[in-house]
């Protein structure tokens, strides 16, 4: 079955940058739209980034635009999360998604995503 498993985070102070990485496994991975959403205590998970299957499309949602980037190898079956300037209200458990897609298309619902790896902590001190 597909397994997601995300790593990279930690602690960083604000303004500080962390890499995120979502190894894949149990599928075509480049068959699979990628995402990334986050959950901050006592919120509920929204879309962060997302990625289509071959990488050549990307959609951020705005409070991340600039500052985080998202990337996908297909070879290593792997994607990231690149996160600079960080700010304490990006701490939050970061979650990786995968959706598989015959076509260029990202998605940003989380319901449009089947498979999700169980989240990595990231938190931003002021």
């Known amino acids: 079955q597909v397994q997601l498993v995300e790593s990279g985070g930690g602690l960083v102070q604000a303004g500080g940058s962390l890499r995120l990485s979502c190894a894949a496994s149990?599928?075509?991975?480049?068959?699979?739209?990628m995402g990334w959403f986050r959950q901050a205590p006592g919120k509920g998970r929204e879309f962060v980034a997302a990625?289509?299957?071959?990488?050549?499309?990307?959609y951020y949602t705005d409070a991340v635009k600039g500052r985080f980037t998202v990337s996908k190898d297909n070879a290593k079956n792997t994607v990231a999360l690149q996160m600079n300037s960080l700010k304490p209200e990006d701490t939050a458990v970061y979650y990786c998604?995968?959706?598989?897609?015959?076509?260029?298309?990202?998605?940003?619902?989380?319901?449009?995503?089947?498979?999700w790896g169980q989240g990595t902590q990231v938190t931003v001190s002021s």
């Open positions: 149990g599928l075509t991975f480049s068959n699979y739209a």
């Open positions: 990625i289509s299957r071959r990488g050549a499309n990307t």
């Open positions: 998604a995968a959706r598989v897609t015959p076509s260029l298309v990202i998605f940003e619902k989380e319901s449009d995503y089947r498979d």
